[in-house]
């Protein structure tokens, strides 16, 4: 597999999630997908002042733009991806939304938060962690039923491959800011 392209913004944002987001655990546990691992990513614990949120938000949003992904508002699946949402939506002046785990039952009894996509709005995935991309494929079904277009998913830490071949069936480009490799931890397997 050749290297992604990484933009100069991103040994900062690798230092931040390698020195804070990541903890290597002597007894395994379970990840989001079911599989175990001693390899723990924390990845708010990694941006949880605005100053760490930034360094983060400015790689990925540099990222999109080295991989020519243009787009009009950035979210994912609350809570993994709250806060890069709202820090890449400051670093860029783009709107941020937050797709719901359940449907409010009041008000507008809506499923996305935020800004209000529309037909043809063009969204950015994003997520803290991503083991098999089970969480934002949820996110992406609720963007486009809503009409709005993945122009592109890039979470902040990926451990494996399971992810990107996921979305590269639904052909929306993955990229990745640290992934397993970088981090030099085990991947999660592909179930």
Do not use: C
């Amino acid at each position: 597999m050749a290297e992604q392209q990484r933009p100069d913004t991103w040994q900062a944002a690798f230092d931040l999630i390698r020195t804070r987001g990541h903890e290597r655990r002597d007894e395994p546990f379970r990840l989001a997908s079911g599989q175990l691992s001693h390899d723990y990513i924390d990845g708010k614990y990694a941006v949880d002042t605005g100053e760490r949120l930034t360094i983060v938000s400015r790689a990925v949003a540099d990222l999109a733009a080295l991989n020519g992904i243009v787009f009009d508002a950035v979210g994912g699946l609350t809570m993994g991806a709250d806060p890069l949402a709202h820090g890449v939506a400051m670093v860029t002046g783009k709107a941020w939304f937050s797709v719901r785990k359940e449907q409010k039952s009041r008000g507008r009894e809506q499923w996305i938060e935020g800004t209000r996509l529309q037909t043809g709005t063009r969204v950015l995935l994003v997520d803290d962690v991503i083991s098999t991309g089970g969480s934002t494929e949820i996110a992406l079904e609720r963007v486009t039923a809503v009409g709005a277009v993945p122009v592109g998913v890039i979470p902040m830490v990926d451990r494996g491959d399971v992810a990107a071949r996921r979305f590269a069936q639904h052909g929306v480009p993955f990229f990745a800011l640290v992934s397993y490799r970088d981090l030099g931890i085990e991947p999660v397997a592909d179930v």
